[in-house]
């Protein structure tokens, strides 16, 4: 599986540097990077970036170009992370529309607006008890 390095091309405004272009059987990529590092690690390290990746969603090798440029990637959110991010914007729509129809009209429906104050004060309980809550251990064996 040769790859033969067809030509050179400038990369458009939203890519820096140079890209380099192959062809592999006949169909021609481009490639941002064209030199390749090999490191050396121990069944340790190699386990810590194993780990460290996965946790960050990402491959190993952009992880480990992350940690070149300057970034610590963040290990992923939690899996109801989203779930919670769709309700906040959602309430915030809702109080929005409140405050339209407030100016509007020159009164607040106390009804709606306390009720979609209350789901943004649960949301924000929510919040903050899984972020600073300790979770329980599992126990071994």
């Known amino acids: 599986m ?7 091309s400038r ?7 140079m890209r380099i272009r192959f062809q592999q059987k006949g169909v021609e990529t481009l490639r941002k990077r064209s030199i390749r590092v090999q490191v050396w ?3 340790e390290e ?3 970036l194993e780990a460290s990746a996965k946790k960050a969603g990402l491959s190993q090798e952009t992880y480990l170009r992350a940690l070149i440029n300057g970034y610590v990637p963040k290990e992923l959110p939690p899996p109801d992370y989203y779930a919670v991010m769709k309700e ?8 929005n529309q409140i405050a339209a129809r ?5 009164h607040i429906d106390r009804t709606t607006f306390q009720y979609e104050a ?3 004060r649960k949301a924000v ?3 903050q008890t899984a972020v600073t809550s300790p979770e329980r251990r599992a126990e071994n064996g």
């Not at 040769?2 to 050179?8: E, G, P, Q, V």
């Not at 906040?88 to 109080?95: E, K, P, T």
């Open 2 to 8: 040769a790859l033969l390095l067809c030509a050179f």
């Open 11 to 17: 990369s458009t405004s939203h890519m820096k540097g």
């Open 41 to 43: 690690l121990n069944k």
């Open 46 to 48: 190699k386990a810590k």
């Open 88 to 95: 906040l914007h959602a309430i915030g729509s809702n109080l």
């Open 102 to 106: 407030a100016n509007a009209i020159g």
């Open 118 to 120: 209350n789901r943004l």
């Open 125 to 127: 309980l929510d919040i």
